[in-house]
């Protein structure tokens, strides 16, 4: 199905939050039995993680032209999504930042390198990939026809935009101007047994 410019954009915006509400359902489930509790994971007021956005989007634009190759999209997904998190993983470790995982000290993480990776995860993010081009993508372009272009773009956007701007806050500004960021809010409203990264 050929996008217009417009449309284009909007799948780019819904591609990205769907994906981060994927990685915090996906992560939700997964820590309750690594941790034994229901944990809140990721850095954001909304349900979503950052690096599953990113991660998500850095998939669509790459595998939308291989489709047609359900392997190939499989190990693309997974190959892009691990260099992706080692990057991350590498970098707030090497800026001195907190380690939001740690691969380490979770269950399943056969094939662990240094904390930032793990086959288990990679595993994960290659499924996802075709998760989401195979199922995803198409529901929401069974969205668009039922909607004219305008009302898809105008949801996509807004919600996308929401998402977009919960990151920026909690992982640019809420530090440098000194408010409260998502996980000491979560820490403190008591919702969560567990909040990663939250020290009362």
Same mark, same amino acid.
């Given at each position: 199905?050929?996008?217009?410019?417009?449309?284009?954009?909007?799948?780019?915006?819904?591609?990205?939050?769907?994906?981060?509400?994927?990685?915090?359902?996906?992560?939700?489930?997964?820590?309750?039995?690594?941790?034994?509790?229901?944990?809140?994971?990721? %850095?954001?007021?909304?349900?979503?993680?950052?690096?599953?956005?990113?991660? @998500?989007?850095?998939?669509?634009?790459?595998?939308?032209?291989? %489709?047609?190759?359900?392997?190939?999209?499989?190990?693309?997904?997974?190959?892009?999504?691990?260099?992706?998190?080692?990057?991350?993983?590498?970098?707030?470790?090497?800026?001195?930042?907190?380690?939001?995982?740690?691969?380490?000290?979770?269950?399943? =993480?056969?094939?662990?390198?240094? @904390?930032?990776?793990?086959?288990?995860?990679?595993?994960?993010?290659?499924?996802?990939?075709?998760?989401?081009?195979?199922?995803?993508?198409?529901?929401?372009?069974?969205?668009?026809?039922?909607?004219?272009?305008?009302?898809?773009?105008?949801?996509?956007? %807004?919600?996308?935009?929401?998402?977009?701007?919960?990151?920026?806050?909690?992982?640019?500004?809420?530090?440098?101007?000194?408010?409260?960021?998502?996980?000491?809010?979560?820490?403190?409203?008591?919702?969560?047994?567990?909040? %990663?990264?939250? =020290?009362?």
């Amino acid at each position: 199905m050929k996008l217009s410019r417009k449309t284009g954009i909007a799948m780019l915006f819904a591609v990205f939050f769907s994906s981060g509400i994927f990685g915090f359902l996906y992560e939700t489930v997964f820590y309750i039995f690594n941790n034994g509790a229901l944990t809140r994971r990721g %850095t954001c007021f909304g349900p979503w993680i950052e690096i599953y956005c990113f991660g @998500g989007l850095i998939i669509y634009l790459v595998c939308r032209k291989l %489709t047609k190759w359900p392997l190939l999209v499989f190990l693309v997904s997974g190959g892009l999504c691990t260099a992706l998190e080692y990057a991350a993983g590498y970098g707030m470790y090497a800026a001195g930042l907190p380690r939001t995982w740690d691969y380490n000290t979770e269950i399943l =993480n056969f094939g662990n390198v240094n @904390g930032f990776i793990c086959l288990r995860a990679s595993l994960v993010f290659a499924a996802a990939g075709l998760l989401l081009m195979y199922v995803v993508v198409p529901i929401q372009l069974k969205v668009l026809a039922r909607l004219s272009e305008k009302r898809f773009f105008i949801l996509m956007l %807004t919600i996308g935009l929401i998402c977009l701007a919960d990151i920026v806050y909690n992982d640019v500004l809420a530090g440098a101007i000194g408010t409260m960021d998502a996980i000491t809010f979560w820490g403190r409203s008591g919702l969560y047994p567990l909040v %990663t990264g939250y =020290n009362a």
